[in-house]
Nanobody
Framework: QVQLVESGGGSVQAGGSLRLSCVASGYTSNNASLGWFRQAPEKEREGVAYIYSRGEVTYYARSVEGRFTISQDNAKNTVYLQMNSLNTEDTGMYYC???????????????????WGQGTQVTVSS
């Protein structure tokens, strides 16, 4: 069965950077959709970034565009989220999600992704 495991979260000061990783097992990511979502306490889960077919299609939430970069390494079945210029609004639990097909509407929704990791916490302090 497909398993997704996130790592790389932590606590940083505003303006700092983190790089999240999501390793997929039992799954080939080359032609898959992979997304990063985040959820803060008392808030809904929101899509942050999305990638399909080695970057042929990408999406970023407006709140992170220009600061975050999503990429994937198909050989390692891994998707990354490079997060720069972090601010306190970026705080939350970050989840990796995967689908076997391309998402055709944007922003992507949690229901578009049948496979999920358990999350990695990102905390940004001022």
């Amino acid at each position: 069965q497909v398993q997704l495991v996130e790592s790389g979260g932590g606590s940083v000061q505003a303006g700092g950077s983190l790089r999240l990783s999501c390793v997929a097992s039992g799954y080939t990511s080359n032609n898959a959709s992979l997304g990063w979502f985040r959820q803060a306490p008392e808030k809904e889960r929101e899509g942050v970034a999305y990638i399909y077919s080695r970057g042929e299609v990408t999406y970023y939430a407006r709140s992170v565009e220009g600061r975050f970069t999503i990429s994937q390494d198909n050989a390692k079945n891994t998707v990354y989220l490079q997060m720069n210029s972090l601010n306190t609004e970026d705080t939350g639990m970050y989840y990796c999600a995967a689908s076997g097909s391309m998402v055709t509407h944007f922003p992507p929704r949690p229901g578009d992704f049948p496979f999920w990791g358990q999350g990695t916490q990102v905390t940004v302090s001022s």
